[in-house]
């Protein structure tokens, strides 16, 4: 049996017992470290943002991982963007080991580009239109002919790179609103889209706006996602760091995150007894 069928059976196991844990404890809502994280898979996620594009009004969904949870510690104003988001989701293997170290029935990993892939896949159908912002010049275009090729009947109605200056952002929201988007997605990098989705929400009209880091470079072919059996044995972060030496620096939260999460642990333990 080749390790990556292994892993998934193994998987499938925990997915039933979590499952059955959060049904149990009727558990929605996960907090880490102050950072609410919804407790949904990725199915449930894409549900959500069905939900959410049909309500109309402009949602934020951040796809959180430790990093960022890491630098909202010392961030009130971020802490309070992922608090006050539509759906934020478990992206990372730290927020999904984070949070079942503290109790919660975190399903599975929902990353923004399996988010971007699912909400590809559901659009045509449902006639929802695609703007993509961000990214150096050119990689947008480049990914919306990739998506349009791997999912006919796509429409992307618009794109911009990700490289402008404060003064060009009125047009830019103009463009965005005159393309009548049902979802902007917007890759400049976390925290700064999340902050970017938030200063700008009151303006924009796409009913949901979703942060996807680097998930452009990676769909236009300038980067390359972890292989299959790395994402499965959730050692993507490790590829990462492999593929971009010069992530180590940021990845130095991850230890400190982890050493949070055991503090924020024994303190719920002796609260508790
Ligand atoms: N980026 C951008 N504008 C900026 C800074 C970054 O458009 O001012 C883009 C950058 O070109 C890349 C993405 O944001 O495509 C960040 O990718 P990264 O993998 O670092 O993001 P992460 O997934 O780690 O949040």
Redesign the pocket.
Known sequence: MKIVDEVKIKNQGYQNELREKRIALNQVKAVILGCRVDILDTTQCLDKIAELISARTTAHVITLNAEIVYQAQNNPVLMDIINQAALVTPDGIGIVWGGRQLGYAIPERVSGIDLLWGICQTAPAKEWKIYLL???PG?ADEAAGRLKAQFPGLSICGSH???FQAEDEPSIIADINRSQADILVV????P?QEIWISKHKKDLAAPVCIGV??S??VIAGHKKRAPDWMIKTNLEWLYRLLAEPSRWRRQLALPKFVLLIFKSKFNRIFKHN
């Open positions: 961000g990214s150096s990689v790179h990700g490289y890759s400049l990098g976390a700064k880091g680097g452009l470079d």
